[in-house]
């Protein structure tokens, strides 16, 4: 029933851009903080950055900071990150992510997308980001 589905992963090179999409439905979207989370191999999954229900609060990871920006659109039920001026640490799987009422959301975790998801918590597939020259 609940869908999370990201889109616009690829390949940049160092100094480009990326516009990354996540189409949500089957829950009630514009109650729900959203994230993108990102994990590179042999890393923890990384919160990037997290946007409130109706956009007024915004937060980025240090190593992003002026080069990513989140949004949302609660009437298409989508959240966006574009991601400008990337660098080869960027490259890593993008997750979306979903946290309902009282649900705290983390700066890191194991796992992105585990197998087990709590109540009020959901992920995407994850889309592939590739910074490389």
């Known amino acids: 029933q609940v869908q999370l589905v990201e889109s616009g992963g690829g390949l940049a090179q160092p100094g480009g851009s990326l516009t990354l999409s996540c189409a949500a439905s089957g829950f009630a979207f514009s109650s729900y903080v959203m994230g993108w989370y990102r994990q590179a191999p042999g890393k923890e999954c990384e919160l990037v950055a997290a946007i409130t229900s109706f956009g007024g609060t915004t937060k980025y990871a240090d190593s992003v900071k002026g080069r990513f920006t989140i949004s949302r659109d609660n009437a298409a039920n989508t959240v966006y990150l574009q991601t400008n001026s990337l660098k080869p640490e960027d490259t890593a799987v993008y997750y979306c992510?979903?946290?309902?009422?009282?649900?705290?959301?983390?700066?890191?975790?194991?796992?992105?997308?585990?197998?087990?998801?709590?109540?009020?918590?959901?992920w995407g597939q994850g889309t592939q980001v590739t910074v490389s020259s």
């Open positions: 992510n979903a946290r309902g009422p009282g649900i705290r959301v983390t700066t890191f975790q194991a796992m992105c997308a585990p197998e087990s998801i709590g109540e009020y918590d959901y």
